[in-house]
């Protein structure tokens, strides 16, 4: 099982890595947010997020155990470890509070049986067992970070002996990547916070959905999956946590949409979960939610996809993800002017704008409470404008009476920081 917990915040040399890349050069997060419908809010964000897949040098063709570590720099990032065999399966997985340490991953896996025991003999007459194919994969799961991978697997010594279940025949062969110990591999994944961190404001239902791949076509970002060819690419996941403590909220993995996309309901192709915001529970309005879109593993044929193979190198691969989530009261924007901030927003309820209905700006004082600023109304569309011009820095939000009959009694928008002018 993968993911169930939240990421941490606080001698041979393997081949150099092959690139494919199905969204061009690797760029930062493309971002918009809009309310589709009076109090719900939708975040539409174009990245890009890699894998890297690595096979052991040689097949290991003794019993024993491979160890493997991955050692990153920021340890704030989050890299995942995975070992895989040559189905690729999953045989031994760290990730988030797993590790036994923030930047350090470290997987053993006990070899009990070697099934490919071929024998090939060189010209010089050297005798080699081709033993098992095992692949390391590396996830980004948050953050960009550097890398390096060491460890080691048993080979089979055959002037010794030629079973690979003999105890003493066989010796612990290292690998490392990159080769030089000082250099680092790069891996790219989702950035914590903005655009992926989001605060529903309201009660009321969420969606969290997840289309590959996209590139850049024309210098405009597009969702680029065929449906007829429905190519497979790679293994795409996602995840949806809440609060400072990473509470997971939906998680989406292991299934077959997760490599063959799904047709979603109003159009497209992906991957879609569903969240409630309530008054008690897991998400509740103003919590924090993160939302962390993942690539798991790179198919070497996409029209074969699972079955045939693994690719091995880096991956990386664009992707759409739009989050839909309830926000009645809604600080839209804050433009700074010259000798004042404007600000503007909407007020809706039960579905509806609100017109006529007070509104209060209101500040965070040292303590933390809010005080207010001013009040206004809404307009006839109900959209409430201000401007503000703080002698300090101030952290403002906006506060209406809800209904209670059918929402919150008290509806806040997010908050916001205005530097002093």
Known sequence: ????????????????????VFAGSVTAATWTARQIAPGTTQ??????????????????????????ELTFQPARADLDLYLLDDQGAVLKQEMGTMAVAPGREVVDYAVTE????????????????????????VVAFNEPADYQLWGYY????????SSPSY???????????????????????????????????????????LEWPAEIVDDRWQVTYDPVAAPMPADVEQYLYAGYRWEPVARHFGEVENHLP?????????????????????????????????????????????????????????????????EN???????????????AGTLSLNGR??????????????????????????????????????????KVRAHAVGDPATGLADEYSVAATLKAL
Request: aromatic fraction near 10%.
């Open 1 to 20: 099982m993968r993911r169930t917990a939240r990421p941490w915040l606080v001698a041979t040399v393997l081949c150099t890595l092959a690139a494919l």
């Open 43 to 68: 975040r539409t964000i174009w990245d890009t997020t890699q894998v890297h897949i690595i096979a052991l040098p040689h097949g290991v063709d003794h019993r024993g155990t491979i160890h493997a």
């Open 114 to 137: 070697v099934r490919d025991q071929t024998v090939a003999v060189d010209g010089e007459g050297r005798r080699d067992m081709a033993g098992d194919t095992y692949y390391l994969v």
């Open 154 to 161: 048993p080979r089979i010594d055959l002037e010794v002996g």
């Open 167 to 209: 105890d003493w025949n066989y010796r612990l062969e290292e690998f490392r990547y990159p080769a030089d110990p000082a250099d680092h591999a790069s891996i790219r994944g989702p950035v914590y916070g903005e655009p992926y961190a989001f605060r529903p404001t309201s009660l009321g239902e969420g969606e969290c959905r």
């Open 262 to 326: 799904a047709p979603l309901l109003d159009g497209g192709y992906g991957l879609s979960d569903s969240f409630t915001v309530a008054r008690s529970g897991v998400v509740t309005p103003m919590r924090l939610l993160h939302y962390v879109p993942s690539l798991f593993l790179a198919y070497a044929d996409p029209l074969a996809g699972p079955d045939g193979g693994v690719r091995v190198g880096e991956t990386t691969i664009g992707f759409k993800a739009t989050l839909t989530y309830p």
């Open 329 to 343: 009261l809604r600080l839209d924007r804050v433009v700074r002017l010259p000798a004042s901030y404007f600000l």
């Open 353 to 394: 704008r609100v017109p006529g209905t007070e509104v209060a700006i209101q500040r965070q004082v040292k303590g933390g409470d809010w005080v207010t600023v001013t009040t206004l109304e809404t307009d006839e569309s109900g959209w409430w404008y201000v401007r503000l011009r703080p002698q300090r820095t101030w």
